[in-house]
């Protein structure tokens, strides 16, 4: 991995005039796969309706000529890869979008694909069937315009996203080993904005055993996991403002059977967040000694892992992402910045292994993870032509 250098040019206004045109002339099939694809139950733990959607992305995939490969699972869903072989010295990119959505079974019956003053709606219209629409329909205005310039491109279509990426990662980590750029199909921001920046976060469970006694008649022989736990509560919250950008919070604790009875276990799920590594480092430092410390005597802390993304950090080489990014919008005739936020996202799996990646290529909409999210209609053209410029623009470089 390194930096990469220009080699044939960045796309010419007539190519990208051409491949605006075949992704316009394409739109209303944009339109039609897309009210398919949101009409399927896909939430993360709903595997047949993830699967259901896999199989359809591997049959385009397929279509545009990729090798697929299916990477099966017993309880999620599968994780989908294509691939594309090139000439040896072109660069290796990777393109990733989930197929999960976070709503469960029976949404789509509440409420179904709709179009609406300018906007569609449903469960996933933008986080994210409309990014792995753009990400097909990009690669098909590629082939259309007759130009291939990747040494390996890598489509990975992941099932679990939305619970962290638990299955998928390893598949994400082992196509971004050798990788040169990713780019990641996650929807702009509601104002447009892509992404170049985003919070890590681990998932962390501390788990307190104490000792059960009667409160009653022999409370003195009991050691409470429940008060520990808020004990622990408070000084993890507390760390928030320790450190710039790095936030600290207890979301669940749970504990104890009965009120007569001294507590014996407790549980905490934190969620700790940081916009740089070393500070996510320091934080997770300050929390494990939180948990090795206690106020209550006798009542014993282990912390377990459920997931990890380290911070997507701005790098020299992700600042001229954007900026090749807001040439090629200037010239499809809209202006286009960057944000940092505070979600995770398979971006952060590539940047935290130094990849040079880009975020939030996918057309704009808003509301993500509720009934009202929406897609607006009228940058699916843009922001896939703008996605399409972008790998021929990658395409065209040279690894240093």
């Not at 209303?28 to 733990?45: K, M, P, T, W």
């Not at 939180?290 to 912390?303: N, W």
């Amino acid at each position: 991995m390194g930096g990469l250098s220009y080699s044939r040019g960045v796309p010419t206004d007539t190519e990208l005039d051409q491949l605006r045109a075949f992704v316009a002339s394409a739109e209303a099939d944009f339109l039609s796969d897309l009210e398919q694809l949101v009409n399927i139950d896909c939430g993360s733990y709903t595997k047949s309706g993830v699967d259901e959607v896999g199989r359809w992305v591997a049959d385009r995939l397929r279509s545009l000529g990729a090798d697929v490969r299916v990477e099966a699972n017993q309880e999620l869903g599968d994780t989908v890869v294509g691939v594309w072989a090139g000439a040896a010295d072109g660069p290796r990119v990777l393109l990733i979008g989930h197929m999960d959505t976070v709503f469960g079974e029976g949404t789509v019956a509440e409420r179904p694909f709709s179009v609406r003053d300018g906007r569609a709606h449903g469960p996933g219209v933008t986080d994210m069937k409309s990014g792995l629409l753009a990400g097909l329909y990009a690669l098909a205005a590629l082939r259309q315009l007759g130009e291939w310039p990747f040494g390996r491109l890598v489509f990975v279509a992941n099932p679990d996203e939305e619970i962290g990426s638990p299955v998928s990662s390893s598949v994400i980590r082992g196509e971004a080993e050798e990788g040169d750029v990713a780019l990641v199909l996650e929807c702009a921001r509601a104002n447009g904005d892509i992404v170049s920046a985003r919070k890590g976060v681990v998932d962390l469970v501390l788990r307190l055993r104490g000792r059960a006694a009667h409160a009653g008649v022999e409370p003195e022989k009991g050691r409470s996991a429940l008060l520990e736990a808020a004990h622990k509560t408070v000084a993890l919250h507390a760390l928030n403002g320790r450190w710039p950008g790095v936030t600290v919070n207890v979301g669940v604790l749970r504990g104890g059977t009965r009120p007569n009875v001294v507590a014996e276990s407790a549980e905490l799920e934190v969620d700790l967040r940081a916009t740089s590594r070393a500070a996510m480092e320091e934080a997770e430092a300050a929390v494990r000694e939180i948990c090795a410390s206690s106020a209550v005597s006798d009542v014993s802390c282990e912390i377990d892992e459920r997931a990890r993304h380290w911070p997507m950090e701005k790098s020299e080489a992700t600042v001229e992402l954007v900026r090749q990014a807001a040439d090629i919008a200037g010239r499809l005739g809209f202006e286009l910045k960057d944000a940092a936020t505070g979600g995770a996202s398979d971006a952060n799996t590539t940047a935290g292994m130094g990849v040079p990646t880009l975020d939030g290529l996918g057309p704009i909409g808003g509301l993500d993870h509720s009934p009202g999210e929406y897609l607006e209609l009228d940058s699916i053209v843009p922001r896939t032509t703008l996605l399409a410029g972008m790998l021929l623009a990658v395409g065209r470089r040279d690894g240093a």
